[in-house]
């Protein structure tokens, strides 16, 4: 007796064991916070000195007259000095290009308004990169080049006054430049201030602001680290829609913190870029070690973009408690085949989306009509800009074909969608290593996965109002078993 009992306990034993087993390979993996996120950000510094008025340099707080000479005197002054603070009183300041320099805090208080100039030629030309080609370019209104240890701060308003910068370029493109077949010059020629530069600088602190109607990128980070976007609020939305109104755009960059920022615009919301094409593999500086947290990204065309700019190559990627509404894409991940560059390490999690195109959209051939250069028998090789014949270089597909791989979605929440997922990866380059991890989204179609492999999925929910499922092709290692799909 005793012998068939402690057979019996045994059975029951192995069952309960195996039982336990087949529970926990159902449980989704636990994610880990890549070890290197505490890292990333301006290290800690200190900025003494006297604090410069504007006004006692010849500012004028009326908004119609331009201070770009008084505003850079004072910038300058206080450099000369040991650094310090520079500030405005209350009121409105009319400038083009200004460029803060080492060791200063500049102060846009809460009253205080800085306007862009509406004529270009108070933007200064200086060697910077735009949309990933190296080019002479309009500085930015509000500069930080080469310089360390800055803080931009205040609850004050900076206004780019972009309109007429959307207008000029919507002519030149539709009348001008398009029917001639140069739509992929035209964003390069149509020449637009961005509204804030750092550029091939370290330890800034950029913080509290609220900034409006850009006339092309919001804000840009190039070429630097240890930088620190914190609690901007961005509205570029105002009396119209402005084309390449990014937010922010982290640009060959490494050690950056975003976090608090809320972006309605009508680009890219949170973008991140390594350089295009033969110019970009000519540099060939990758943006990597970046964090963006605790964001909100209104109207837009993606809350986190990848691209379409990947030369250089992007990784070591963490975006976590992003919400989105209204913004047109989740995940948006597009290059070209001549771009190059490899997207690898990204983690995304506890992301909550209304009102969105796709959620997850993917692309290796984004926007044919752009991404391409092609030049008309009109032109003459021998005569066109420096920036032309950069487009021009050809680039052999083995240079050229992007790579996608190692991505994770976990905790992600979206309804109202367009299309759930939409991948499309290319018979040279499979997008492959994709998990998804605690992911529920509601839209009118599933969607499709084409030339991907390597799918890891743990509780994953789609409802498609038209009752359709994710469509496969040209895929390896990726099944969407029927709990996927739910009706409610």
Request: net charge negative; aromatic share 10%; charged share 25%.
């Amino acid at each position: 007796m005793i012998k068939q009992n402690l057979f019996f306990i045994c059975i029951v034993s192995l069952i309960f064991s195996s039982c336990k087993e087949e529970k926990s390979t159902s449980t989704p993996p636990k994610q880990s916070t890549p070890e290197w996120v505490d890292k990333v950000g301006a290290k800690s510094f200190e900025i003494s000195g006297e604090t410069y008025y504007v006004n006692d340099f010849g500012a004028i707080n009326d908004g119609k007259t331009l201070c770009t000479e008084a505003i850079q005197k004072t910038i300058d002054a206080c450099a000369e000095n040991g650094g310090g603070t520079v500030s405005f009183k209350p009121g409105d300041y009319l400038t083009g290009s200004i460029f803060i320099k080492s060791n200063i805090k500049f102060e846009v208080s809460k009253g205080v308004k800085i306007l862009g100039s509406e004529n270009i030629e108070d933007y200064k030309e200086i060697d910077t990169r735009i949309a990933g080609i190296e080019m002479i370019w309009p500085a930015a209104l509000i500069n930080v080049r080469n310089e360390n240890n800055v803080i931009i701060d205040g609850e004050g308003t900076v206004d780019g006054q972009g309109k007429v910068f959307w207008d000029y370029y919507w002519d030149l493109r539709k009348n001008d430049y398009e029917p001639r077949g140069l739509r992929w010059i035209v964003d390069y020629d149509a020449k637009r201030p961005r509204t804030f530069l750092i550029s091939n600088s370290k330890d800034v602190v950029f913080k509290n602001l609220n900034i409006q109607r850009a006339g092309f990128w919001t804000v840009q980070v190039l070429y630097s680290e240890y930088i620190t976007v914190d609690g901007l609020t961005i509205k570029n939305n105002i009396g119209g829609h402005g084309p390449s109104t990014d937010g922010i755009d982290i640009d060959s960059s490494k050690w950056i913190l975003v976090q608090n920022c809320d972006i309605d615009c009508n680009d890219d919301n949170f973008c991140l870029k390594a350089g295009r094409d033969w110019d970009g593999q000519r540099v060939n500086k990758p943006t990597e070690y970046v964090v963006i947290k605790d964001c909100i990204a209104r109207q837009g065309a993606g809350l986190f973009t990848l691209g379409s700019e990947t030369a250089g190559s992007i990784r070591h990627v963490y975006v976590s408690n992003i919400k989105g509404m209204g913004t047109k894409n989740g995940l948006n991940i597009k290059s070209a085949t001549n771009r190059g560059g490899t997207i690898e390490d990204i983690y995304m999690e506890n992301i909550k989306m209304d009102s969105v195109g796709h959620f997850m959209k993917v692309s290796m051939n984004w926007n044919p009509a752009y991404s391409y250069s092609k030049l008309p028998e009109e032109f003459d090789e021998n005569t066109i800009p420096e920036h032309w014949k950069k487009m021009l270089m050809k680039v052999e597909p083995e240079k050229g074909i992007p790579t996608f791989r190692n991505i994770t979605l976990n905790n992600i929440n979206v309804t109202g969608a367009e299309t759930a997922i939409n991948v499309t990866g290319m018979p040279e380059s499979i997008i492959k290593d994709i998990n998804l991890n605690n992911v529920y989204i509601k839209a009118k179609t599933a969607g499709q996965i084409k030339h991907s492999a390597n799918w890891t999925l743990n509780n994953v929910k789609i409802i498609a109002e038209d009752a359709s499922k994710i469509s496969l092709e040209n895929t390896n290692q990726i099944a969407f078993p029927e709990a996927t799909y739910t009706n409610n």
